[in-house]
């Protein structure tokens, strides 16, 4: 019985970090994504700000996504399944719309783009 609880614990304490380093390289993505288009920004270069910057967020939101779905895994009670499982809906939903952003933006970027030749 001892072993069962040994290894419960170092299950749990090892999904909780793999959660936190997926958290904390969301979080990185987004702020790097944030950083390089603002610079790109105010010094004019030729790069569709928006998208780019939509990009790096949904990619930040797939890592996060898949720490809130470990954390599903470590949840003893069904309070903390639930909100996990809001969460998850949540940042689901929030990663469709940026896809959908995403890929007008890029329409009307290779129709401006398209214009442009003509």
Do not use: P
Not at 28 to 40: L, M, N, Q, S, Y
Not at 62 to 68: N, R, Y
């Amino acid at each position: 019985m001892d072993f069962m609880h040994l290894f419960e614990s170092f299950f749990t304490n090892g999904v909780t970090v793999i959660i936190h380093l997926l958290e904390i390289m969301g979080i990185a993505i987004i702020c790097v994504g944030a950083i390089r288009d603002f610079i790109c920004y105010f010094t004019g270069r030729e790069v569709n700000v928006r998208l780019d910057l939509a990009q790096s967020l949904s990619l930040a939101l797939e890592f996060m996504l898949g720490g809130e779905i470990l954390r599903t895994v470590i949840a003893h009670e069904l309070s903390d399944i639930i909100i996990v499982g809001a969460i998850i809906v949540l940042r689901v939903a929030l990663t469709l719309l940026i896809h959908w952003e995403s890929k007008h933006l890029e329409e009307d970027e290779h129709k401006a783009h398209d214009q442009k030749k003509a």
